[in-house]
C-alpha cells in the first residue's frame, strides 16, 4: 500500500530543489501534479540536452511518478482552473522567485480563503531578512550556507562540492516539513506554510563546521591534520581537506593504480577501537606499546605521519582489496566508486537505488530511485510525464470539466495543446 496514498499534490515546482521534493511524495505514493507552463514547460526540460527533441535527463531524472498539465496561470481561464486545483488538493509546493505567487494572485491568504486545509510548502534561497528577495541557485545555497567555506584544501580556495546539497538538500527538508504538516493537519483541521530556505537547509547539514567554529575559540582543533602540520589557526573554521570531522581521523589514500586511474584511493578511518589491527596490518605493530602512538591523544599531532605510512601499504593493493582485508577485521574504510562504477553496481540495481526506466522520446536510461526504503510501502519508479500528457485526464478526472465546459477550458488557449481521453 502506498504509504501517502490519497495525498494530492498541486506541484508548481522547476529546476532541482522543489522537483526533488515532490519526486520524493510522489515514490511514496501522493499524486503529484505539476503544472507547466503551456509549449515551455520546466526549463530544464530543454537544459543539458543529450537526445535531441527528447526531455533532457536533467528533467526526466527529477520528475519521475507526476502528472503534468499545462496551464497559463496569468489568464482568466487559467486562474479559474489553478482555483479549482487549489480546492481539490492537500499541498501546494513551489520554489519559485520570491514574490511571483503573489503576482499571480495566489500568495498564502488567498491559499488559505480557497482552501484552509491546504499546506503551502516553499524552498526559497533565503529565510526573512536582508536576501530574502534573492534568486539562488545551488552553488550560491553552498558558499551562503558554509559549506564552500569549509570544503578544500587549506592552500586552496572555497570550494563547491558534487552534493547536490542546496537543491536536492533542501528538498529532502521541505519533505519533512511536508509530512510533519500533513500529520499536524488530521488534528488540527488546519493547513499551515511550510517554508525550506536553501542557506538553512546547506547550514543544517554543515553543522559540525559551526561546532568546531565555537571550539576553535577555545583551542586549535587538534584532529585536524593542519595541527599535526603545525600550522596555526586562524579565526574561523578552515578547509579541512579530507580529514574525516569527526573524532576518528581519515583521510584519502593512494592505492594501486592512482597514477592512471584518478577514482584509485580509499577512505582509511583509523578508528581508536582497532587501532591495534591497523598496526599489525600496515606491518607497523611496534606503534601499538609505543607511547607516540598506542594513544589517540599522542597520535593527534602525527596524523599526517600516520597516514602517510598507512599510505605506503594502500599503494599495494587496489581499493577493493584494501576493503577486503579491513572489512574482516572491522576496519571502516570506503573505496572511492566513480559514476561509472555506482551505475554498474549490481547491488545497488537490486535495492532499487540504481533503476533503469523507458522512456518514449529517449529510450532507456538510469536514474537513483527512492534512496528511502520502507518496508510496506515500495517505491516503483515510473517516467517522467512529456509536457502537458496529462492536462486532459486532470480537466476531467480530477477538476470535473465536461462536455461544453471542457471545450470552454480547452478554446481559452489556457491550457495549451490538449487531445481530450476518450469516454469509456
Ligand atoms: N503560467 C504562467 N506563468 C508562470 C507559470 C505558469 N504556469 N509558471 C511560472 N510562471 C511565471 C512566474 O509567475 C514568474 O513570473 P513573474 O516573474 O512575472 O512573477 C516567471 O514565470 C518566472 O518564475 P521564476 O521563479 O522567477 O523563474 P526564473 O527562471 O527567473 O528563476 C530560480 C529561477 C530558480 C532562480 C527562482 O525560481 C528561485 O530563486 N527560486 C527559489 C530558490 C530555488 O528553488 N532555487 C533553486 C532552483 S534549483
Redesign the pocket.
Known sequence: MEALKGVKILD?T?????PTCTQLLAWFGADVIK???PGVGD?TRKQLVDVPGADSLYFTMLNHNKRSIT????DPT?KEILEKLVKECDVLVE???????D??GFGWERIQELNPRMIMAS???FGPGPYED?????NVAQCTGGSASTTGFLDGPPTVTGAQI??SGTGLHLALGIVTALYHREKSGRGQRVLAA?QDGVLNLCRVKLRDQQRLERGPLKEYSQYGQGIEFGETTPRAGNDSGGGQPGWILKCKGWETDPDAYVYFITQAAVWGKICDLIGQPDWKEDPNYATPDARLDKIPQVFDRIEEWTKTKTKFEVMDACNPLDIPCGPILSMKELSQEPSLRETGTIVEVDHPERGPYLTVGCPVKLSDSPAEVKRSPLLGEHTAEILQEVLGYAGDEFERVVKSGAVGDVTPIAAE
Open positions: 508548481f522547476h529546476v532541482q530543489s522543489g503544472v507547466e507552463r526549463a496551464l497559463n496561470t496569468k487559467g520554489n519559485f522567485a520570491p514574490g511571483a505567487l503576482r499571480m524552498v526559497k534561497g534573492c534568486k539562488v541557485y545551488e542546496g537543491d536553501m
